[in-house]
């Protein structure tokens, strides 16, 4: 079966540690068949990643890229956008997207109020911590224009030592309906394996949430590590593909200039 991962950081991100080329190389030598970079983007000025990335360079170093491992490896060009469902932000961020020509936009939460959710946890009840998490991310779903919710329960990485991790049926119920609304916009969730290489021990989303998507007829599933340097590209990608098929799952997703392409898992 073909590897591939479809969350993917370079040293354009502004945490990201290697450059295009060696994430390209380390992907060849651990036989992916495709990477889809994703870079920490923002238009809200409180976010750590406004206005890191400078994207000349990024689509370049991408053109750079293909020119030289296309027979080895397709490579996708596209962005995390953080909070792309802010209002006060939506223009701003239209019209920098659309003369992008991006494969594909992966819509994260990472900040609440534009709190780092770190930050956002002080002071806060355990319950509340993760129902306002999952409140943003059902904003995010039902107005922005992306191709797959990114990480959707990431905040159990943040409250896990202080509160430990969620209990599903306490949020079954927003849960439930963001992957309504996805399934209804046609989009997707992600499975990112990155919590495996933390105390939480699970992919985002866990088990559980998978098995109502599933459930509630959503199939629109993308696999990425969300690494940050190269030796953590495609980590867990077995686990995550098992668990997928556990799950009823046939098919994960790549995507070309925002199209879906089903793999056969
Ligand atoms: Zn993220
Ligand atoms: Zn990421």
Not at 68 to 76: A, L, P, T
Not at 99 to 120: A, P
């Amino acid at each position: 079966m073909e590897v591939v991962d479809y969350h993917v950081h370079s040293n354009n991100s502004f945490d990201g540690k290697n450059s295009i080329e060696e994430m390209c190389r380390k992907a060849i030598e651990k036989n992916l068949s495709e990477i889809c970079f994703t870079e920490h983007f923002s238009v809200d000025p409180r976010d750590v990643s406004y206005r890191v990335l400078d994207y000349e360079k990024y689509f370049s170093e991408i053109i750079k890229a293909k020119e030289k491992f296309s027979d080895r490896i397709r490579i996708k060009c596209g962005m995390e956008i953080g909070e792309p469902h802010l209002k006060q932000y939506q223009e701003d961020l239209v019209k920098e997207i659309e003369n992008m020509n991006l494969d594909f936009i992966i819509g994260s939460v990472h900040n609440i109020d534009g709190i780092k959710l770190r930050l956002y946890m002080q002071n806060k009840n355990k319950y509340d911590i993760y129902y306002d998490y999952f409140s943003e991310i059902y904003e995010m779903v039902k107005s922005s224009d992306i191709d797959i919710v990114g990480h959707m329960d990431l905040m159990k990485r943040y409250a896990y030592e202080a509160h430990g991790n969620y209990t599903f049926d306490d949020y079954k119920e927003i849960i439930e309906k963001i992957l309504k609304e996805v399934i209804s916009r046609g989009i997707g969730l992600e499975i990112n394996g990155s919590g495996y290489s933390n105390k939480v021990g699970e992919p985002y989303p866990g088990k559980k949430v998978l098995d109502l998507y599933r459930n509630l007829g959503g199939e629109v599933m993308t696999v990425g590590s969300d690494s940050h340097f190269c030796e953590s590209l495609a980590i867990h990608n077995i686990k995550m593909i098992n668990l997928l098929k556990e799950t009823g799952f046939k098919y994960i997703f790549t995507y070309e200039k925002r199209k879906k392409i089903p793999l056969k898992i």
